[in-house]
């Protein structure tokens, strides 16, 4: 246990959108518990912790490093490629320390902890966090460890900015499409479409977003190159493609007129702030998973209407634990 009445609560993220949520769990409640919080060096944690004015320690020995603390809880995101959680939640349930999950997103729930592994529940943690009614209820299905319901304070504290910031341009989401379904399925078009097959769908489409220009916003672990490719063949198109740390994903949702992405916890984002967007899956072998309405999920782009072009805001409500509570529960291993 802590040498203080506080709790120490070791936080353990490498991918944006868990770093998201943890850090402004973190910064929402800060005083309230002693946080040591673990990343890897130019993880998407350590610009979003830095944005947030929040501690952090590059990981080196992570075993080491958690065996010079005292500490009661494991709060850790989950991530794609690199799994740095792995061997603090081995090490919590063999210290008997609760560990929690941070699910920050509605797809690969299971796949998440290398499902279907064997052996993929011991990478599971106590308790996983979830912030919506959706995740919880898919929590529930896949039979994730004790699914909490916690808030999402990142979303809550997002603020809408001046609409005098648009650009005129159409944000493209992009996302390693092609990488993961390689790496899933042995077959990088697996869905039928990759990030660069839906980029000249848009491009040939492109006179129906009513747009300047095209941005691309590429994820942390994508280069530009095959982009550039493509965009060559629209040289009439005005183009600008940005690595994610460009700047906040936050700004440059608002900056532009409108957003298209395929499943990004982006798109979800431009919901709450009530922008004008479009998730674009264009093949049936992919479900639609955001909680996002119908209306704004479409296959074919050449089905665009007025109504996506149109500005939509999520209703949103207080779900969750406060922070006491959540503290309470996860504290003693069922």
Not at 54 to 74: K, M, R, V
Not at 139 to 165: D, M, W
Not at 216 to 237: C, M, T, V, W
């Amino acid at each position: 246990m802590g040498t203080s009445e506080l709790k120490t609560i070791v936080v353990l993220s490498h991918d944006a959108g868990a770093s998201e949520i943890l850090c402004a769990l973190i910064k929402e409640n800060f005083h309230k518990a002693i946080w040591k919080v673990f990343t890897t060096t130019n993880a998407p944690m350590v610009q979003i912790a830095t944005k947030n004015a929040i501690n952090f320690q590059i990981i080196d020995n992570l075993n080491l490093q958690l065996s010079a603390l005292e500490f009661d809880l494991l709060f850790f995101g989950t991530s794609w490629q690199n799994k740095i959680e792995r061997e603090a939640v081995q090490y919590c349930k063999k210290n008997n320390i609760p560990s929690v999950a941070f699910l920050e997103h509605w797809s690969n729930f299971r796949e998440r902890f290398d499902y279907p592994d064997e052996q993929w529940r011991e990478n599971l943690g106590d308790f996983t966090a979830l912030s919506d009614e959706k995740a919880f209820n898919l929590a529930q299905e896949f039979e994730l460890t004790q699914p909490l319901k916690v808030p999402n304070y990142y979303l809550k504290n997002l603020k809408k900015e001046s609409s005098a910031l648009s650009n005129g341009n159409l944000l493209f989401l992009s996302e390693p499409t092609q990488a993961v379904a390689l790496a899933n399925y042995g077959d990088k078009n697996y869905w039928g479409f990759t990030q660069f097959s839906a980029l000249e769908d848009i491009l040939k489409n492109f006179e129906k977003f009513k747009c300047q220009g095209l941005q691309i916003r590429l994820h942390p672990s994508e280069d530009a190159q095959g982009f550039k490719n493509i965009l060559k063949k629209y040289p009439h198109i005005k183009t600008f493609i940005n690595p994610a740390s460009f700047m906040p994903i936050e700004k440059q949702l608002h900056n532009a007129k409108m957003v298209i992405g395929f499943d990004t916890m982006a798109l979800y984002i431009a919901a709450h702030l009530g922008l004008s967007f479009i998730s674009y899956l264009p093949s049936e072998k992919r479900a639609f998973l955001l909680p996002l309405p119908s209306a704004h999920q479409i296959r074919n782009l050449s089905a665009i209407k007025a109504q996506h072009l149109r500005p939509y805001k999520l209703d949103t409500e207080e779900f969750g634990l406060n922070f006491d509570t959540l503290i309470q529960t996860v504290s003693k291993v069922n």
